[in-house]
């Protein structure tokens, strides 16, 4: 995405020295001076605007008179922050434009303001979104310990820091860009008024109109922001007490995330399941392969309850029942990995007894795996060979000692590591409502949704999505 | 016509409704004497007398279609076959479980029909019935399979002419013994012995009795390409099989597979070998009448009987370990539990004493005592 950005300002700033030779200057700090976007300017007859914090919002910018040299300019306060406030030659920045409150308009209308107001509006967003300020400082005590000279001497913990590092500042520099760009078309876009340049005009009005539709693609990616959030994942599925009904109830809210999972273009497979007596299953784990499969997935960790006449009970009685949701994400190579020693193991295999051997011909082939220290376990069945169970069982034991090992070690959002043996059952995140009424609502965000049978098929990006920007949103003094 | 996702679970909800509807399936069937396996793999007319391997199913070319519909009736009727069969048999060992059968299904699915076989098991959004699919095997064909799994108990195996075993998929037919999980223990065993020394790696191996050829695949997989592994066989549809599964891996400049009764062929590596395994017949023959219906009707006694105690062939593998392995060597023989491991760790520690040490049981995941393993002093 960055580098589009940057191909379309340069495409930009192309046409710029074309038809009008005007020098814009980019006045970067050491941190932001990418040579993408300033090389090709001159920087001799730079000027830059010291922002004050005071009275912006009192200010007519709109109707300040428009000069004949333009600039788009990154500011540097005199406290020398890290913080860059990009503005227009006439000092309109992202926070004057949303202070400005222009009215939004329908996309197809040609109107800049309503373009820049909207595209502000997502940049404040995403902003808040990444944690911005938090982000800043981060980088900051990121770069203090890049800079210590023994650094290297912990490898781990060096790759660990300046992975970090290098996803923040690609984090930050693309929402700079993405302001900068802003400004930039909103200076041409006055000058081509001024110059009565209609084709330019016209080209820049549906930069805008492009930026704005991308700015709502960068809403939804800064939602999935975290450090593990694209990463694939384990979901898993345990059914509540009650038998039978709540069985099935489990084996639908799998079969919801399967769906759901193939909509997303994620592959699944299952590793685990065990049925129920009668139907369904008393607990289950998919693996959800794919970029952010737990970014998405870990929205759902918590209790789904079903409301509904039993097609189990004959005397067609009003049902209630529970099935525990847990997500573990499945760590990229890069990432610190709990060591597992092989003498802490226990491998186990399912059988009905019997003298197995060229006894027993059995297509059943699962195995568990006990890890000894901790008590966690991990079962595969779904495999076609012991050697691959064993193999997948593995995966599973790892990313849940993986797990284990991140909740313990950072403060990371508790909700979204827990176990599922940790899930209380009092953890109520949704409710599912087929009788009297037909509804499925989100008690965390309230989002709800008339047709559970939708849902139940796997729609459940609302779902997804409003508890993601609601549990992100909250609070505004982040930004 | 777009049906829902959702009938997988839908229909087990409602599973007596789904038998009423579909008790007409069967009759669709070819008559059951059809053999689908004897079809698909006639030789070639200038052929010699051995019968070559047979093709499994997923190894066989997607030359008939039908339409979706079609394939998810013949899917559900099996669905219910396999849901509807008695478990109530006193023997555990013995019935049928409808939860593996499930399995089997669609695994079996998974090995007849081309690709994306998610449209079968019902976790496509939606999908078309009258579309057609590409099979490996004629639904008639599908039909008689899936029959001759559960009235004829014939082992899954056998069907699809295949068994994943380690990371392999080895083919297998009747007249070769199914490779059982428990011996994938011994392909362990041996990377563990080589990983800890390369002088392992170098030296020529054998697997005797290698039936259709997966222990000796796997132990030339660990070796990496440096040492050398002979396997034998008295039967010649495992050399076939065996051969047939050797080359599939690419492994013909590694493995040599030999004709012949235990040792016979291997004159020429007396004293050599630096590795000896085998997964012998090991069954008491009081025991063979008993066994569970998918080995007792199916798989080769030759490779089950080991005699009235079962250690015939165990013990002539003892003898022949001293004479044939060089001083290090290493051996691993599969055995029928406790007190066949017993006895044969007493027979090579005491009747055949000074020839091995470090002589020991190894359990299988199961936690029986599964394999005697130790090394030519």
């Known amino acids: ?479 | 016509m777009i049906r829902s996702f959702r009938l997988t679970s839908l229909l087990s909800a409602a599973k007596p409704l789904r038998s009423f509807a579909c008790s007409s399936s069967p009759a669709r069937v070819a008559p059951p004497c059809a053999s689908f396996a004897e079809e698909k793999s006639s030789p070639p007319p200038n052929s010699l007398s051995i019968t070559p391997p047979k093709t499994p199913l997923f190894l066989t070319k997607p030359s008939h279609a039908a339409p979706l519909s079609e394939v998810w009736k013949w899917h559900d009727w099996a669905k219910d076959l396999a849901s509807s069969v008695d478990n109530s048999s006193t023997k555990a060992e013995d019935s049928l479980d409808s939860i593996l059968l499930l399995r089997e299904l669609k695994w079996l699915i998974e090995d007849s029909i081309e690709a994306d076989h998610p449209v079968i098991t019902g976790t496509e959004v939606t999908y078309d019935g009258e579309k057609s699919v590409k099979l490996r095997a004629s639904l008639e064909e599908l039909y008689d399979l899936w029959r001759q799994r559960i009235e004829k108990r014939r082992p899954f195996q056998y069907v699809v002419g295949c068994e994943h075993w380690r990371d392999l998929v080895l083919c297998v037919e009747e007249g070769v013994l199914i490779p059982r999980p428990e011996t994938e223990l011994i392909v362990d065993m041996v990377e563990k012995v080589v990983t800890r020394d390369e002088w392992f790696k170098r030296g020529t191996w054998a697997d005797l009795g290698t039936g259709s050829g997966a222990i000796a695949i796997g132990v030339a997989r660990v070796l990496g390409g440096c040492g050398r592994v002979v396997a034998t066989d008295l039967s010649p549809v495992a050399i076939a099989v065996a051969g047939n599964n050797v080359k599939r891996y690419g492994l013909e400049g590694v493995i040599e597979v030999r004709e012949g009764s235990w040792f016979e062929p291997l004159k020429e590596l007396e004293g050599k070998l630096v590795g000896l395994v085998s997964n012998p017949p090991y069954i008491p023959s009081d025991d063979i009448p008993g066994l569970q219906a998918e080995v007792g009707r199916h798989e080769p006694k030759l490779a089950l009987d080991g005699g009235v105690d079962g250690t015939d062939s165990l013990l002539h593998l003892c003898d022949g370990a001293s004479r044939m392995l060089t001083s290090g060597g290493f051996f691993a023989f599969e055995t029928n539990g406790e007190k066949q491991s017993k006895m044969i760790v007493d027979y090579m520690t005491v009747d055949l004493k000074n020839s091995f040490s470090d002589v020991k049981i190894v359990s299988d995941f199961a936690g029986i005592c599964r394999f005697v393993t130790g090394f030519r002093l």
Not at chain 1, 378 to 389: L, V
Not at chain 1, 405 to 423: F, G, V, Y
């Open chain 1, 1 to 479: 995405m960055s580098s589009l950005i940057i191909n379309r300002s340069r495409s930009r700033a192309v046409l710029l020295w074309k038809t009008h030779v005007i020098k814009i200057a980019s006045i970067f700090s050491h941190a932001f001076a990418d040579s993408d976007s300033a090389s090709g300017f001159s920087s001799d007859s730079a000027r830059s605007f010291k922002t004050t914090s005071s009275g912006f919002g009192s200010r007519k910018i709109s109707n300040l008179a428009f000069s004949r040299s333009n600039f788009v300019s990154t500011t540097r306060p005199l406290s020398s922050e890290a913080v860059h406030v990009a503005s227009t030659c006439d000092r309109l920045t992202v926070e004057r434009i949303i202070a400005n409150q222009w009215p939004i308009l329908d996309e197809n209308e040609s109107d800049w303001k309503s373009h820049a107001a909207a595209i502000a509006q997502s940049i404040q967003v995403i902003k808040r979104r990444l944690q911005w300020k938090k982000l800043l400082v981060r980088l900051r005590m990121l770069s203090v310990e890049l800079n210590k000279p023994h650094l290297w001497d912990d490898p781990t913990h060096a790759g660990k820091i300046s992975r970090e590092h290098g996803s923040l500042t690609g984090k930050m520099k693309g929402v700079m860009t993405f302001e900068r760009e802003l400004l930039e078309h909103i200076d041409m876009l006055k000058l081509a008024k001024e110059e009565k340049d209609s084709e330019l005009e016209s080209e820049t009005m549906s930069a805008l109109m492009e930026m704005r539709r991308v700015s709502k693609e960068k809403e939804l990616e800064a939602l999935l922001s975290a450090e593990n959030d694209h990463c694939s994942c384990y979901i898993e599925v345990q059914a509540g007490a009650g038998g039978t009904e709540s069985n099935d109830w489990a084996s639908m809210v799998m079969d919801m995330y399967k769906t759901w999972a193939q909509r997303r273009k994620f592959s699944v497979a299952v590793v685990d399941e065990m049925p129920g007596e009668m139907a369904g299953i008393k607990r289950a784990t998919i693996k959800v392969n794919g970029e952010y499969a737990y970014g998405y997935a870990k929205a759902e960790v918590g209790v789904h309850r079903l409301v509904r006449i039993s097609p189990f009970d004959s005397g067609k009685r009003r049902h209630t029942s529970f099935a525990a949701v847990a997500v573990i994400p499945i760590l990229g190579d890069g990432s610190t990995r709990v060591q597992i020693n092989d003498s802490d193991l226990r491998i186990e295999r399912f059988r009905s007894g019997g003298a197995g051997g060229q006894h027993a011909n059995t297509t059943d082939s699962a195995v568990r795996i006990i890890h000894i220290p901790t008590g966690i376990t991990a079962t595969c069945q779904n495999e076609r060979s012991q050697h691959m169970n064993k193999a997948s069982a593995m995966a599973v034991l790892q990313s849940r000692l993986d797990q284990l090992e991140m909740a313990r070690q950072t403060a990371m959002n508790a909700q979204h590591t827990q176990s599922l043996t940790e899930i209380s059952w009092g953890n109520q995140i949704r409710t599912y409502v087929l009788h009297p009424y037909r509804m499925v609502k989100d008690l965390r965000t309230n989002y709800e949704v008339s047709d559970p049978d939708s849902v139940l098929e796997g729609d459940l990006d609302g779902f997804i999505l409003s508890f993601l920007s609601s549990s992100l949103d909250k609070g505004d003094d982040e930004n």
